[in-house]
């Protein structure tokens, strides 16, 4: 169901992305939709597309057959997936109903929603969508996560124990992907294709995990994005598939919360890179060139006054084995040898109104983390229970001696709260996101090449 470009977002589409919402009657909250509507579905349906046709598929189904984009077919030119980190359904709308013909309303008119994976945050669902695979599978399962190899809590964006400050401390000679993740890349199951990402995650453990096997280009800015992408869609041959990592939404929300604003600005930012990609390639290219926008989470409020504050709180923290992993709302406790029921009870006593307090093994059993087969390290890594605090609650937890956040962080993300949860796959050519007519001939052709 899609509504006409320029109209705000019809009742239709609020019911298809309520309907991905329904809680489990077992776990009393909704689960990602890993059998066909989620993102890393996403990644299936690129195998399936782009990959060998004797590569081992990967452990998700493709996406359900009306959200398919590709509808069975190659596609004519190459495929360009951009992430917009921080890009949820919800906000998506609300901004189409702001501005009726902007650029959020365009959107809106080529997009569906699909969940994002739990828990609904950044490492977990770029690595769903780069291996096809659901959280449990994989076992990247949050934004800091216990390593039994290393004996110690993980951040995993820096590749270093939780309070180390040096990054990549943990990536020596002998490190591999699969020293984190159980499942290999589309890229390293042969599906072609170039990852584009900011600078500063060059050569990164994260980058190589969820890059593993594609051409890495490195940017800087905007500018410099929508140059690479022209860069690499005019080559004689463009790879077939693109991944494309834009992060300023999330990050402004982060410093800011989640503000209508920021939506709407960041929305526009991007359609209009876009748009001049699309004119500097020129409308034929525009228009063979097919293009998926989507985010891997929502945000929603958070309040520094509203965190279960665990190193501040003793007595919950005698209990624990290790520190909390996971994110701030959703969050992993493992209870030291013999002391589970005393760890769930404490837990039990600090709950807010609104919390759910979940045992682990029913967590996982219910589909939060999704279908079998699990990485073989699952269990160590997810620990005894799993709480999920409502907006604007979290749990933070700052290893001793280490200096807190400069800013308090306004917004969030990590749990099941529909702005969180769910997240748009916008799909069109192009040539379709230049919102006036393409002229008839190439605007200049490539940039310079990278010296």
């Given at each position: ?440 001939t190439q605007l200049g052709g490539g940039s310079e090449p990278r010296r």
């Amino acid at each position: 169901m899609s509504v006409t470009a320029g109209s705000p977002p019809d009742r239709h589409l609020r019911s298809e992305g309520t309907a991905l919402l329904t809680p489990s009657a077992r776990l009393g909250v909704p689960i990602p939709a890993y059998a066909g509507r989620s993102l890393a579905n996403l990644a299936s349906s690129f195998s399936r597309t782009f990959g060998p046709s004797k590569a081992e598929p990967p452990p998700l189904p493709a996406l359900a057959s009306d959200l398919d984009p590709f509808q069975g077919r190659t596609p004519e030119g190459p495929t360009v997936v951009l992430l917009v980190d921080g890009l949820g359904w919800t906000a998506l709308l609300d901004s189409a109903d702001r501005a009726p013909g902007g650029a959020a309303s365009r959107w809106v008119s080529r997009a569906r929603p699909l969940t994002t994976v739990f828990p609904t945050t950044t490492t977990v669902a770029l690595t769903s969508l780069s291996t096809g695979a659901a959280p449990g599978q994989h076992g990247v399962v949050g934004h800091r996560v216990f390593l039994p190899r290393f004996g110690t809590v993980v951040e995993l964006l820096r590749m270093s124990p939780l309070g180390v400050s040096v990054p990549e401390t943990l990536v020596g000679p002998d490190w591999s992907p699969a020293t984190v993740s159980g499942v290999p890349s589309l890229f390293r199951r042969g599906t072609p294709g170039v990852a584009v990402s900011r600078d500063r995650y060059a050569g990164s453990g994260f980058t190589r995990l969820i890059y593993d096997g594609a051409e890495f280009l490195a940017y800087a800015t905007a500018s410099d994005l929508a140059l690479s992408l022209v860069d690499v869609l005019s080559r004689p041959e463009p790879p077939p598939l693109v991944f494309a990592y834009w992060d300023d939404l999330d990050v402004a929300e982060h410093v800011r919360g989640p503000l209508p604003d920021l939506v709407d600005l960041e929305v526009d930012r991007v359609d209009a890179l876009l748009s001049f990609v699309a004119r500097r390639l020129g409308p034929e290219r525009a228009r063979r060139t097919s293009l998926l926008v989507t985010g891997d989470h929502g945000q929603v409020p958070m309040a520094a006054d509203r965190q279960l504050v665990v190193d501040q709180d003793p007595s919950l923290f005698d209990l624990l084995s290790h520190p909390p992993a996971g994110d701030r709302r959703a969050t992993y406790f493992a209870a030291r040898p013999g002391r589970v029921a005393a760890l769930g009870e404490a837990l039990g006593t600090r709950l807010p109104a609104g919390a759910r307090l979940l045992e682990m093994d029913e967590a996982v059993e219910g589909g939060l983390f999704g279908p079998p087969p699990y990485h073989p390290e699952l269990s160590e890594r997810l620990g005894d229970f799993l709480l999920l605090m409502p907006s604007p609650g979290g749990v933070s937890y700052t290893v001793p001696g280490t200096r807190p956040r400069s800013h308090p962080m306004r917004g969030a993300h990590g749990g099941l709260e529909p702005a969180e949860l769910l997240v748009p796959l916008v799909h069109g050519s192009l040539a379709e996101f230049a919102p006036a007519p393409l002229p008839t001939t190439q605007l200049g052709g490539g940039s310079e090449p990278r010296r």
